[in-house]
């Protein structure tokens, strides 16, 4: 599974607008790999931001 697809799936599981710090730690993934997939997701408006710094799956 892609980075990209294990963020958006952590985002879907939880339900809530998350930072990158919390979705880290959800997916134990490295914070520059998870910057770059919500970059990507950002791109392709699979994810948007509710409030400042938080992200949530469309």
């Known amino acids: 599974m892609e980075a990209k697809d294990q963020v958006l799936e952590a985002m879907k599981k939880d339900g809530t607008p998350l930072n990158a710090g919390k979705i880290v730690e959800i997916t134990g993934l490295e914070r520059k790999v998870v910057d770059k997939a919500m970059n990507l997701l950002k791109k392709e408006e699979t994810i948007f931001s509710p409030k ?4 949530q799956a469309k």
């Open 52 to 55: 400042r710094c938080f992200w």
